[in-house]
């Protein structure tokens, strides 16, 4: 017979014996770990039960308090050296399942904990080692540079920890410098032409000082932000982790232009400044009429532009219009009419310059825009539905005198460029570019007269 194997009786009720002895232990356990959390879960409920009893009286309390007939005891909090400030408070009790709770209710609020903050905070811009009068706007050159800096508050000294240095640049539509004086209100409308911070910027690059005291960076990238405003602001943070109080720069605007060799005029209308300085533009009416243009290529190599185109009395003056909320391009125009002109003084007689000329023509016939003694510039007729597109016209001309006559003729010229000699192919182009791209215009004409 074949043998079969399993467990015998005796070893059955043995196994048996054993398991009913770890059982025992086992329930025994888990009957101590059900009546601790019972006992738990009871403690809990009456704490919370304690803290709101407690909590409605402090309620209560802080109505008392506040009384000017309510009995209070006082004390002093903080020794004499940090203050002795005295207090007054009411005790409160409740008691609650045989235990007595306690707490102390002051009339006194204490103030909240003030955010750190800097003591000053600037930016400048430079051209070299000098300092461009009132920061206006520059070129995306070499020689220029912009120049942020900040000096901590020494009241914040043990509770600063770091500064967030932050350079922000404006959306690429804008292009006017805001109003050189800085208390110019801006209206609703004024929002569309110029940049609101934060709404109308974003970070450029950032930064982290651990430093305390006074602290001067440079901005690295000028020529990556032409036709673009900067702010500079800074944000000390405090040993708790929470950030302090930001201060924000006023707004530095760069040109566009980026081609500045043997640049001898640039006439922008967008850089009149219409609203805060009267010797720029008056207010007749409803018109700005234009009394000085300036010239911005002569910022350079100088603290400040010191060659401006003038109308020869104050019946020849223009008018400085802006462009409509619904126009593409952003920004001034200097609306001319016979009769209605400036001039500058520019150039010798015998070289020869490139014109670049951003105009409308508002007559029936072409319109002369530029004249140097013998030598002028005209545009034509324009078609029917191009009447309000910005022309882009580029002209090489032999000078005839020092003086240019820009205007007197039905015109709306937006901006002036002259170079001294001739420009280069590649140098055109990056003119034309930044022309065509700030007007949002195709209509470019080659004028080699």
Same mark, same amino acid.
């Given at each position: 017979?074949?043998?079969?194997?399993?467990?015998?009786?005796?070893?059955?009720?043995?196994?048996?014996?054993?398991?009913?002895?770890?059982?025992?232990?086992?329930?025994?356990?888990?009957?101590?770990?059900?009546?601790?959390?019972?006992?738990?879960?009871?403690?809990?409920?009456?704490?919370?039960?304690?803290?709101?009893?407690?909590?409605?009286?402090?309620?209560?309390?802080?109505?008392?308090?506040?009384?000017?007939?309510?009995?209070?005891?006082?004390?002093?909090?903080?020794?004499?050296?940090?203050?002795?400030?005295?207090?007054?408070?009411?005790?409160?009790?409740?008691?609650?399942?045989?235990k007595d709770y306690y707490t102390l209710v002051?009339?006194?609020?204490?103030?909240?904990?003030?955010?750190?903050?800097?003591?000053?905070?600037?930016?400048?811009?430079?051209?070299?080692?000098?300092?461009?009068?009132?920061?206006?706007?520059?070129?995306?050159?070499?020689?220029?540079?912009?120049?942020?800096?900040?000096?901590?508050?020494?009241?914040?000294?043990?509770?600063?920890?770091?500064?967030?240095?932050?350079?922000?640049?404006?959306?690429?539509?804008?292009?006017?410098?805001?109003?050189?004086?800085?208390?110019?209100?801006?209206?609703?409308?004024?929002?569309?032409?110029?940049?609101?911070?934060?709404?109308?910027?974003?970070?450029?690059?950032?930064?982290?000082?651990?430093?305390?005291?006074?602290?001067?960076?440079?901005?690295?990238?000028?020529?990556?932000?032409?036709?673009?405003?900067?702010?500079?602001?800074?944000?000390?943070?405090?040993?708790?982790?929470?950030?302090?109080?930001?201060?924000?720069?006023?707004?530095?605007?760069?040109?566009?232009?980026?081609?500045?060799?043997?640049?001898i005029t640039h006439l922008d209308a967008s850089?009149?400044?219409?609203?805060?300085?009267?010797?720029?533009?008056?207010?007749?009416?409803?018109?700005?009429?234009?009394?000085?243009?300036?010239?911005?290529?002569?910022?350079?190599?100088?603290?400040?532009?010191?060659?401006?185109?003038?109308?020869?009395?104050?019946?020849?003056?223009?008018?400085?219009?802006?462009?409509?909320?619904?126009?593409?391009?952003?920004?001034?125009?200097?609306?001319?009419?016979?009769?209605?002109?400036?001039?500058?003084?520019?150039?010798?007689?015998?070289?020869?310059?490139?014109?670049?000329?951003?105009?409308?023509?508002?007559?029936?016939?072409?319109?002369?825009y530029f004249v140097n003694r013998n030598n002028?510039?005209?545009?034509?007729?324009?078609?029917?539905?191009?009447?309000?597109?910005?022309? +882009? !016209?580029? $002209?090489?001309?032999?000078? /005839?005198?020092? #003086?240019? *006559?820009?205007? &007197?003729?039905?015109?709306?010229?937006?901006?002036? +460029? !002259?170079? $001294?000699?001739?420009?280069? /192919?590649?140098? #055109?182009? *990056?003119?034309? &570019?930044?022309?065509?791209?700030?007007?949002?215009?195709?209509?470019?004409?080659?004028?080699?007269?």
């Amino acid at each position: 017979m074949r043998k079969r194997k399993g467990f015998t009786l005796v070893e059955v009720i043995v196994s048996l014996a054993i398991l009913g002895i770890i059982s025992i232990s086992f329930l025994g356990a888990v009957s101590s770990h059900f009546t601790y959390m019972t006992s738990t879960k009871r403690i809990t409920q009456n704490a919370f039960k304690a803290q709101e009893m407690m909590e409605n009286e402090i309620d209560d309390a802080k109505i008392r308090v506040m009384s000017p007939s309510a009995t209070l005891n006082k004390t002093k909090i903080f020794n004499s050296d940090l203050g002795g400030i005295e207090v007054k408070y009411e005790e409160v009790k409740i008691s609650y399942n045989n235990k007595d709770y306690y707490t102390l209710v002051s009339n006194v609020r204490p103030d909240p904990l003030e955010k750190i903050s800097l003591e000053s905070l600037g930016i400048k811009l430079m051209q070299g080692s000098v300092q461009i009068e009132n920061d206006y706007y520059g070129y995306a050159a070499d020689n220029f540079s912009i120049v942020g800096n900040f000096n901590n508050n020494n009241s914040y000294k043990w509770d600063h920890l770091l500064n967030q240095v932050e350079w922000y640049i404006s959306s690429d539509k804008f292009n006017m410098p805001l109003p050189k004086s800085q208390s110019a209100g801006l209206n609703d409308d004024e929002g569309h032409y110029y940049p609101i911070f934060p709404r109308d910027y974003e970070i450029f690059s950032n930064e982290t000082v651990y430093k305390f005291g006074a602290s001067q960076s440079t901005f690295p990238y000028i020529k990556d932000i032409a036709g673009r405003h900067l702010i500079y602001a800074v944000t000390p943070a405090a040993k708790s982790g929470k950030l302090g109080e930001r201060k924000v720069s006023k707004p530095i605007f760069i040109s566009g232009l980026t081609i500045t060799d043997n640049l001898i005029t640039h006439l922008d209308a967008s850089y009149i400044d219409a609203l805060s300085n009267t010797t720029e533009a008056q207010k007749s009416g409803t018109d700005y009429l234009l009394n000085r243009w300036y010239d911005i290529s002569s910022v350079i190599g100088k603290s400040a532009p010191n060659e401006v185109a003038l109308p020869p009395d104050n019946a020849s003056r223009p008018v400085v219009n802006r462009t409509d909320l619904d126009d593409k391009f952003i920004g001034q125009y200097v609306r001319f009419n016979p009769g209605k002109y400036v001039q500058i003084n520019q150039g010798s007689s015998g070289g020869q310059v490139t014109v670049y000329a951003v105009l409308r023509n508002r007559n029936n016939d072409k319109s002369t825009y530029f004249v140097n003694r013998n030598n002028e510039l005209s545009i034509e007729v324009p078609a029917a539905e191009n009447a309000n597109q910005w022309n +882009i !016209i580029c $002209s090489k001309i032999t000078l /005839d005198g020092t #003086n240019f *006559k820009i205007g &007197d003729s039905s015109t709306d010229i937006a901006e002036l +460029i !002259i170079y $001294s000699g001739n420009i280069s /192919d590649e140098n #055109n182009s *990056k003119v034309l &570019d930044y022309l065509s791209n700030k007007y949002f215009s195709s209509s470019i004409i080659i004028n080699n007269e």
